[in-house]
């Protein structure tokens, strides 16, 4: 019995769709999503120059392709992004979340517990999302007192344990106490720190891309 040519036109039509299928999704790259506020935003410096657009420009290099999606706003604070994530989480759908907020709350005197209250609740959506988390610190000017920088200090290490995060200590590691490295304001970085920044948290970062924990599983 002979097959109709036309049944062989169907099949090789199908076996090519799913071949276009497969490699379209192939092609989607995972995504990164920043939350963070000026410090990520590129603040008084060109969008090219901040540290999440040099991240993307590593991603993009990377097989299989990733990319960053910078959902940052100055100003932000810990609760303006814990109202905003549910959004960006839906809409992105991101296999990392990078959280990058405190740094407002303490230039303001946000109470500590408000603070932990809404990074935790952030990292929790996240995982909820099936995201995973690395939560990046950050510290104050030391006229603020030790008992409070301490204090914030403190939450995002304790966050990090609890919640088996990886965790970047300090954003601005080998930047912030170079008045060559910072800007006139004494708090964000120059365009030619960003690299800095970037390699401070590519060290957090790199391992939650090949879906490992901070404890290596």
């Known amino acids: 019995m002979h097959r109709c040519p036309g049944w062989r036109i169907w099949s090789v039509w199908v076996l090519l769709c799913c071949i276009g299928i497969g490699s379209a999704q192939a092609a989607t790259p995972k995504t990164v999503l920043v939350l963070g506020d000026s410090l990520s935003a590129a603040h008084n410096i060109p969008v090219e120059a901040g540290w999440v657009h040099l991240l993307d420009a590593r991603l993009r290099k990377m097989v299989p392709e990733w990319r960053a999606v910078n959902a940052s706003i100055s100003g932000e604070t810990s609760l303006s992004g814990r109202n905003r994530l549910p959004g960006l989480l839906q809409k992105y759908r991101p296999q990392v979340l990078v959280i990058e907020l405190g740094a407002n709350d303490g230039l303001r005197g946000l109470p500590l517990p408000a603070l932990r209250d809404n990074l935790e609740a952030m990292i929790a959506m996240a995982q909820e999302s099936h ?60 365009a030619a720190a960003e690299p800095t920044v970037l390699e401070t948290v590519w060290q957090g970062l790199r391992p939650l891309l090949d879906g490992r924990r901070p404890n290596g599983s």
């Open 131 to 190: 995201a995973r988390v690395l939560l990046v610190g950050i510290e104050l000017p030391v006229n603020y007192g030790s008992r409070y920088r301490d204090g914030l200090r403190a939450i995002y290490a304790d966050l990090a344990a609890s919640r088996n995060l990886a965790l970047v200590p300090f954003l601005l590691k080998g930047v912030a106490m170079d008045p060559a490295l910072m800007q006139n304001d004494g708090l964000h970085p120059v």
